[in-house]
């Protein structure tokens, strides 16, 4: 039971997240759906670094 806590301690500790993170929309370039996550590409890489 202890041995399961440790683990768990050091998973805790590593930061977060290890690889870029990539976001996927299903929906066609140029649309409304695009629009906006280009806007908010900017504020999630930098909510993502100062963290």
């Given amino acids: ?6 683990c ?3 998973k805790a500790l590593q ?3 290890t690889k870029p993170i ?3 929309l299903p929906v066609t370039p140029g649309g409304g ?3 906006l ?5 900017p504020k999630l ?5 100062s963290s």
């Fill in 37 to 41: 996550a280009r806007i908010m590409r």
């Fill in 22 to 24: 990539r976001l996927v």
């Fill in 15 to 17: 930061a977060y997240p």
């Fill in 8 to 10: 768990a301690d050091t």
């Fill in 45 to 49: 890489e930098a909510s993502s670094q």
């Fill in 1 to 6: 039971m202890t041995s399961l806590i440790l």
């Fill in 33 to 35: 759906t695009d629009a």
